[in-house]
């Protein structure tokens, strides 16, 4: 049974006794929505000086009556009110069943809401830094004529002069499909890789700041109680799927450098439970013992023995074994994306290293009879301009650009050979299908069997992007 909560926090900690708590210093109400196997999400909210609003994580509740109820309760038109003290201190609680509350009773974060349909597993790759859309998968022909020519500050927080940058890369028709990708992919770019892709080119976000986008990424969400992508999927997949996955562990991140942007925040299980914590693994604790098991013409498929791909490789191939054995997230981070300068050398860097592996992950998921069951996700925090203000670099590079950011699907139900959305003819801002970070969330969360999202879901379910 679900049960509707209303608990009261006091943050500051400075409730005055006697007083009314709807006015005392930063209360915050917050009407929850708990379930039985103990997954917990804010539903609504009220506070009486502070809109940033957090989520308790509540304990389970029964069936008592309140015994004195704040005059504001009867708003709620609340019957049957529990009586159970829970939470100590600044913070009192209420509840009643869900039943009578038909407007939430099918909020579907409960695990038994979750229904199997495409994908039981999500590898997530963050292209860490804002790779380029305009140099990677959204070509922009017209900027050849606006090379070098001074551009409005439209795309950027800063209002110095600017000039436009034409993509140093060429781009090529791949697979049947004719999908556009740059000429350096050459193993995505191959027929029976490029034909399982689905490019998003409609995607949008809220910062231009690495840390602060890293955050919305993750979590759609800068709160610090606001659980990550990863972790709210191993918390009703855990549930879902039993003790196993719980020992194997649901939820990893696997990073290449000491401290990815946003730190561990990034993967916060906030107050899920503590199965749902993320388990980080550096890539440089990935060693030779990991891939024992694997064929050597496995190995070389991801470009494991060669400097150039190696550390990506084997965070690849790390993901898929443990997707294999059922851990239901993997996060992959890639970093140094972040081309201020130098485009052309970096980012033709950045794609030799993961090409090769991405490729073969995406093929060795299908010849294993795992990409259907599986979401491959590749994107960044952002985009990057179709313009710079770093006139006086030898190697002119892109500026950072929220209006405007592809993201890579394969697997899992969504569009193979497709290319949804698109961006104007400079690549500044998404301007077709446009949608959100919370929309690519609530896209993945759908096709991993979520297929009621709650009024607590900020985003909505890209239709165009799935089959």
Request: glycine content about 8%; hydrophobic content about 40%; overall charge positive.
């Amino acid at each position: 049974m679900l049960s509707l909560a209303v608990l009261v926090i006091d943050f500051s900690n400075k409730i005055r006794r006697g007083s009314d708590p709807l006015e005392a210093s930063r209360i915050h109400w917050c009407f929850i929505l708990a379930g039985e196997d103990q997954t917990y999400f804010r539903i609504g909210s009220y506070c009486s000086r502070n809109d940033n609003l957090g989520i308790a994580r509540l304990m389970q509740i029964s069936d008592v009556r309140i015994e004195s109820p704040h005059p504001r309760f009867n708003e709620l038109r609340m019957n049957h009110l529990p009586r159970r003290t829970f939470l100590s201190g600044s913070a009192a609680s209420v509840a009643v069943p869900a039943s009578s509350l038909p407007t939430f009773a099918s909020s579907g974060h409960s695990a038994k809401h979750w229904e199997p349909t495409h994908a039981k597993a999500v590898i997530f790759v963050v292209l860490e830094g804002g790779p380029s859309h305009i140099d990677t998968f959204d070509p922009k022909p017209e900027l050849l004529k606006w090379h070098r020519r001074t551009s409005s500050p439209s795309v950027s927080e800063r209002r110095s002069e600017r000039v436009f940058v034409a993509s140093p890369f060429r781009f090529r028709k791949a697979g049947k499909s004719g999908i556009d990708l740059c000429e350096k992919f050459i193993h995505l770019g191959a027929d029976p890789v490029a034909d399982q892709i689905c490019v998003y080119r409609g995607c949008q976000t809220t910062s231009l700041s690495h840390s602060v986008a890293s955050l919305i990424l993750n979590k759609t969400s800068t709160s610090p109680v606001a659980p990550s992508l990863g972790a709210r999927i191993a918390n009703a997949k855990s549930a879902a799927f039993g003790t196993e996955v719980r020992a194997q562990g649901a939820f990893y991140v696997l990073t290449d450098s000491p401290v990815p942007l946003g730190g561990s925040t990034n993967w916060s299980h906030a107050l899920l439970p503590n199965h749902c914590q993320a388990i980080i693994t550096p890539a440089h604790t990935l060693s030779a013992s990991r891939f024992c098991d694997e064929s050597q013409r496995t190995l070389t498929s991801y470009g494991i023995e060669h400097t150039a791909t190696s550390v990506f490789a084997k965070q690849c191939l790390r993901a898929r074994q443990l997707v294999e054995k059922g851990t239901k997230f993997v996060q992959i981070h890639s970093s140094g994306w972040d081309s201020h300068e130098c485009l052309l050398q970096n980012h033709a860097s950045r794609i030799q290293s993961v090409d090769q592996p991405l490729a073969a992950l995406i093929i060795d998921l299908k010849q294993r009879g795992m990409l259907s069951e599986t979401v491959v996700v590749c994107l960044g925090e952002f985009g990057r301009s179709p313009d710079t203000d770093r006139l006086s670099a030898a190697h002119l590079g892109r500026e950072h650009n929220a209006n405007a950011m592809s993201i890579l699907f394969a697997g899992g139900g969504f569009r193979a050979g497709a290319t949804v959305g698109a961006t104007d003819e400079l690549g500044g801002s998404a301007v077709d299908c446009v949608g959100s970070i919370a929309d690519v969330h609530a896209t993945i969360l759908h096709q991993m069997g979520n297929q009621n999202l709650s009024a607590n879901d900020a985003g909505s379910i890209i239709r165009e992007l799935v089959v």
